[in-house]
T-cell receptor, first 114, second 114 residues
């Protein structure tokens, strides 16, 4: 089954404790992206990757890191989480082009930073 | 810079009534436009997309949207609402097919009353 898998789905952590949210897709997609969803703000893009070893900032990259060492994986790293990073996070993937591909989303990871 | 504005954070209709969700975009170049739907506790899924072909785009579940360049709009409609249409809807814009940036609107929650 084609899917984007995120882990963990739910996490409560404390300020400053490094964490990683994993994202894996099994569709051989070149493009992957991370979004955060906050009430009233919609989805905001954090980082995206057009291919292996190619990453770029979205609109809200501060406080986050990513890496793309393999095509299927695109982890999101919070080196020193802060309460303003409490949010619902989504990973998504597609073929390289938006006009021919559909963006597939994971089920989301709800993060609370105390 | 690109942006998307969805008019109305909440829309309520009766079952069987017309659904109209509004989306206006700002883009300096011809855009790629999308509507996504998010059901409770799930990721987003693509409803339909405009990629410079026909201006009237038909999507899944009976939804359609019309691209109007003169009005910079891409409103989503459905002739007759079903209870199962209750969800959050997001309009999104991309500048080109090969860019990694996809900008989402704030979202509109559709409530369907029996």
């Amino acid at each position: 089954e084609a899917q984007v898998t995120q882990n963990p789905r739910y996490l409560i952590t404390v300020t400053g404790k490094k964490l990683t949210v994993t994202c894996s897709q099994n569709m051989n997609h070149e493009y992957m992206s991370w979004y955060r969803q906050d009430p009233g703000l919609g989805l905001r893009q954090i980082y995206y990757s057009m291919n292996v070893e190619v990453t770029d900032k979205g609109d809200v990259p501060e406080g986050y890191k990513v890496s793309r060492k393999e095509k299927r994986n695109f982890p999101l790293i919070l080196e020193s989480p802060s309460p303003n990073q409490t949010s619902l996070y989504f990973c998504a993937s597609t073929t390289r082009r938006f006009d021919t591909g559909e963006l597939f989303f994971g089920e989301g990871s709800r993060l609370t930073v105390l | 810079a690109q942006s998307v504005t969805q008019l109305g954070s909440h829309v309520s209709v009766s079952e069987g009534a017309l659904v109209l969700l509004r989306c206006n975009y700002s883009s300096s170049v011809p855009p790629y436009l999308f509507w996504y739907v998010q059901y409770p506790n799930q990721g987003l899924q693509l409803l339909l997309k405009y990629t410079s072909a026909a201006t009237l785009v038909k999507g899944i579940n009976g939804f359609e949207a019309e691209f109007k360049k003169s009005e910079t709009s891409f409103h989503l409609t459905k002739p007759s609402a079903h209870m199962s249409d209750a969800a959050e809807y997001f309009c999104a814009v991309s500048r080109s097919s090969n860019t990694g940036k996809l900008i989402f609107g704030q979202g509109t929650t559709l409530q369907v009353k029996p």
